[in-house]
């Protein structure tokens, strides 16, 4: 059974950082690829980045420059650091592994606001 078990969320002021982290009950080269969604109140599910097994990297428009995907081989674990936070990026944020199906965490509330 695939587990996807984040960590990290919290309120945050406007141009404060984060860090989730996603650990995978697997080894993270079971999956095609790795990485985080978000939704807010009232949008669509955004993708906000991926990370390819090969290594490549995939940022949504909204979050280039900001956030950083990156991972940890030996602990089955994907982060993602996310700095100059702004109110918009408010949403609850979701790990995401493709392998033979997506499978996804429970989410964790990121809130950005002063």
Not at 45 to 71: C, M, P, Q, W
Request: include cysteine.
């Amino acid at each position: 059974q695939v587990q996807l078990v984040e960590s990290g969320g919290g309120l945050v002021q406007p141009g404060g950082s984060l860090r989730l982290s996603c650990a995978a009950s697997l080894s993270i080269f079971s999956f095609s690829r790795m990485g985080w969604y978000r939704q807010a109140p009232g949008k669509q599910h955004e993708l906000v980045a991926l990370i390819f097994s090969g290594g490549a990297k995939n940022y949504g428009d909204s979050v280039k420059g900001r956030f950083t995907i990156s991972r940890d081989n030996a602990k089955n674990t994907v982060y993602l650091q996310m700095n100059s936070l702004k109110p918009e990026d408010t949403a609850v944020y979701y790990c995401n592994a493709l392998r033979d199906v997506d499978y996804w965490g429970q989410g964790t509330q990121v809130t950005v606001s002063s």
